[in-house]
């Protein structure tokens, strides 16, 4: 007896349409921050945000936070140091534990990123109203607490 496949229409699925969205976002954010000058990353940018507000995460909270394994982190904030945006300090009280700080220089980037940022959410929102706005973000955690 044949068995009737089933066809999957991927492109009916949100998936895609997430992904795209997000490369072109990525790409944006990277091609803005380069016209500004700002030799930066996406990823690295994350990581600037997270330690602005809460200066001194150590390397596990930060990966949590960042959604990020711990060895990815590790080389992302080893190319960080090199551009002397972070710091990793040994915790006093458990040496295995790094603590991450914002050097000057890294909150500085950070202060320079955000009226990049603004134009490009201002484009990405361009001619979406505030409650197409609300039904997106509110659609996408209904997928993040599907995927959780």
Excluded: C
């Excluded at 795209?20 to 976002?25: G, L, N, S």
């Excluded at 040496?95 to 909150?107: Q, S, W």
Aim: no cysteine.
């Amino acid at each position: 007896m044949k068995v009737k496949e089933s066809v999957i229409d991927f492109e009916k699925s949100i998936g895609p349409w997430l992904g795209r969205t997000m490369k072109m976002v990525d790409y944006h954010l990277l091609e803005a921050f380069h016209t500004a000058g700002l030799d930066l990353t996406k990823e690295q940018m994350v990581v600037l945000k997270k330690l602005y507000e809460q200066d001194g995460l150590n390397q596990n909270e930060l990966a949590l936070l960042t959604y990020r394994d711990k060895s990815s982190l590790a080389r992302l904030l080893s190319k960080m140091e090199k551009k002397e945006y972070v710091i990793r300090k040994q915790d006093g009280e458990d040496k295995r534990v790094n603590n991450i700080f914002l050097t000057d220089i890294g909150r500085a980037t950070f202060d320079e990123t955000r009226p990049v940022i603004q134009k490009v959410i201002d484009r990405m929102e361009h001619a979406i109203s505030e409650h197409d706005k609300n039904k997106i973000i509110s659609i996408l955690k209904k997928v993040q607490t599907n995927l959780s």
